[in-house]
């Protein structure tokens, strides 16, 4: 049986469940997921395999730290509004660049440094950029 779902769906209570409709009862032997988000098994790797690689080759083998954000939309900080970003500020709408103007609620995929990367993710509330999750590298 394949299953599409959001998290916090419990795959182990939903077969209980359906055994517990066709009255005959029913349990899992066996679980895999086969994707999250934009990732599948067919870009998946074995540990084993990375295991086996020489240390240099080992990053290339990885999906970048937001290969689950590409839904997000993407805005890029100054080096001083991602400084303050960093630390938990929010950025006012206005000193957005011009191209990250969100909607209300809207959550974002957050960049900025020298070189540019994701600084974490935030959400649009009241005219402002909130940071909800920070990353550091």
Do not use: N, W
Not at 80 to 97: K, S, V
Not at 108 to 128: F, K
């Amino acid at each position: 049986m394949r299953v599409k779902c959001s998290k916090g769906t419990y795959i182990r209570t939903l077969a209980e469940d359906i055994g517990e409709a066709l009255g005959c009862g029913a349990h899992l032997t066996g679980l895999r997921r086969i994707a999250v988000g934009d990732l599948t098994l067919d870009g998946a790797v074995t540990l084993e395999l990375i295991d086996a690689q020489p240390d240099e080759a080992r990053p290339a083998m990885l999906a970048p730290v937001d290969a689950l954000l590409q839904r997000c939309e993407p805005v890029t900080l100054d080096a001083a509004a991602a400084a303050r970003f960093l630390q938990g500020q929010r950025i006012a709408q206005r000193d957005l660049p011009a191209a990250g103007v969100l909607q209300e609620g809207e959550l974002a995929r957050v960049y900025g440094g020298d070189p540019s990367r994701l600084l974490g993710v935030a959400r649009m509330r009241e005219g402002a950029l909130r940071p909800e999750r920070l990353v550091r590298l």
